[in-house]
């Protein structure tokens, strides 16, 4: 069980977690019980304040008398209306300060010791007792008067008579709704004088078991009288085990703390989440790799990459046919680095695809806050799918368009390659030459007598047909290097844009939902403490 320093901590937690998302209307009462009770620790905690409560005729005035030892009249105090409480505080510094807090007038504050120095004052040591007006009086402001005194008190005598004590003025109205209060309550029966030893014990039971039906069983029934004084020493006793155990002030203001916590948590609800797993956070990751076209980046790096390839490795002659075609990223909208990617052709961008990315969000902080209160699951999907959703899909946009595909580097074999194409392409052009020039008598085809013909074959034949054979074996060799960089590539492509979705997820999605289940959990475990 917690004590009340942990429920009002808790109480606290659970207000500050629930700023924006449940009304005003239900927290703004559950804020005036912190501040009370805070006021309250505050102003003193050696007090415990007593109020007798009744309707007229049930002789809590006589009663009050009785316990104070005191006959107001006799040491000269007037009340001037039955409008105002009147106050006796037991101890030698009195309890002015407290008692202004209430509300109670300096002239209707009496402090004992000050009056009469009793030695049985000592029993009472701490004692702040409290007559109010008739609850069920004629005139609105003592009614007025009894609903603002109640919200104070530490301890409730409800002082009842043998003809009354069935009413339903006083049950409905104070007793019932204070059932969350009952360690906080002592129900006197007074008057016993009026009725006979058996009367008496069936007047107890019935008024115990309407209690019982009120929520109320198990409060302290007292029967006494006033004027005879039968069972004064009994609630005497009560009173003084209340005070001596220091819990009858802190008593009430856990009552208090209790109820306002419970309210609560039938209004925004405390039932535990599911949260986010890891399969519906994996699963969303893969929508919006999906929704970003990474697979369709990927294929395009690497068919660009092949593309690249083959133009700078190829036969020249075929490399400059090569050219010709589109570059598969271009089509796409992306140069060598997603940084390029032209103006409205951002990954998610379309309409189709930012629509599956926003109910993939949206049915995956549903599944997350599964058992949510309509006000907090509200709250979470406004911030993570629902507003927030705008943000999120523009950070993926940027995470995809920030990624640098690593297209820019050229590789050094393309450069190799390229020399030795060139140098066959280059023996080609200068066979054809030389056999053109051959043919046409301007040279020999033999640079000098007795000149190697190998296959029968000249040497600007050997130079043409050398260079085409040697050109393509180059060329189809080049084109399968090019093929696995390119597969390589794609897949180093489709990781990069991966793991810049799955961070990107991580912070805008996953974080932002944390705090959200977290700010929640506060909610909960706050009011748990607190309602306890």
């Known amino acids: 069980m917690s004590g009340l320093d942990d429920r009002v901590t808790a109480l606290r937690s659970a207000l500050d977690a629930a700023k924006d998302v449940i009304d005003p209307e239900h927290t703004d009462p559950a804020a005036a019980t912190f501040a009370h009770t805070v006021e309250r620790l505050e102003l003193s905690t050696q007090h415990t304040v007593v109020v007798l409560a009744g309707s007229t005729g049930s ?8 316990l ?35 509300g109670v007038a300096r002239r209707d504050q009496i402090a004992r010791r000050s009056i009469l120095d009793a030695p049985q004052d000592d029993e009472f040591e701490g004692l702040v007792l409290l007559d109010l007006p008739d609850h069920d009086s004629i005139v609105q402001s003592n009614q007025e008067l009894v609903d603002h005194v109640a919200q104070y008190a530490d301890l409730f005598v409800w002082v009842l008579d043998p003809q009354k004590y069935a009413d339903a003025a006083v049950h409905s109205r104070y007793l019932h709704p204070l059932a969350t209060h009952k360690d906080a309550s002592i129900i006197v029966l007074n008057q016993a004088d009026r009725l006979s030893e058996t009367d008496l014990k069936t007047a107890v039971n019935d008024l115990e078991h309407i209690l019982d039906r009120e929520g109320l069983g198990g409060v302290t029934v007292i029967a006494t009288s006033a004027t005879e004084g039968t069972g004064i020493a009994q609630l005497r006793e009560e009173i003084r085990r209340r005070i001596r155990s220091k819990n009858a002030s802190q008593a009430r203001l856990v009552a208090d703390v209790r109820l306002v916590a419970r309210q609560l948590a039938r209004v925004g609800g405390v039932d535990p989440v599911p949260g986010l797993d890891r399969a519906t956070r994996d699963g969303l990751v893969e929508t919006f790799v999906t929704c970003a076209g990474v697979p369709q980046i990927a294929d395009a790096v690497e068919d660009s990459m092949a593309r690249r390839a083959a133009v700078a490795t190829d036969w020249p002659v075929i490399g400059w046919v090569g050219r010709l075609r589109n570059d598969p990223l271009r089509e796409l909208g992306i140069g060598r680095s997603a ?7 951002m990954p998610i961008s379309p309409s189709v695809q930012r629509a599956r990315a926003d109910l993939a969000l949206r049915e995956a902080a549903e599944e997350a806050t599964d058992g949510m209160s309509r006000a907090w699951r509200a709250s979470v999907l406004d911030a993570v799918a629902g507003e927030g959703a705008r943000d999120v899909i523009d950070e993926l946009d940027e995470a995809v368009a920030s990624v640098d595909l690593g297209l820019s580097k050229r590789p050094a074999w393309w450069t190799g390659v390229a020399m030795l194409q060139w140098l066959t392409f280059a023996a080609v052009v200068l066979g054809l030459g030389w056999s053109i020039a051959a043919v046409a008598g301007l040279v020999d085809p033999d640079p000098w007598a007795g000149a190697p013909r190998p296959l029968g074959m000249s040497l600007p034949i050997v130079l043409v047909v050398g260079g085409l054979l040697f050109g393509i074996a180059l060329t189809v060799v080049s084109r399968w290097l090019g093929a696995a960089a390119a597969r390589r590539a794609g897949a180093r492509a489709e990781a990069k844009l991966t793991e810049a979705i799955n961070r990107t997820t991580e912070r805008a999605v996953v974080a932002r939902l944390r705090a959200e289940l977290e700010r929640y959990e506060r909610w909960r475990t706050g009011l748990a403490t607190a309602g306890q």
């Open 59 to 66: 002789g809590k005035s006589s009663l009050f008398n009785r």
């Open 339 to 345: 940084r390029d990617a032209v103006a409205g052709a």
């Open 68 to 102: 104070t030892g005191l006959e107001l009249a006799e040491v000269g105090y007037l009340r001037p209306t039955t409008s105002n409480a009147l106050a006796c505080a037991w101890g030698p510094s009195g309890a002015t300060e407290l008692l202004d807090w209430i």
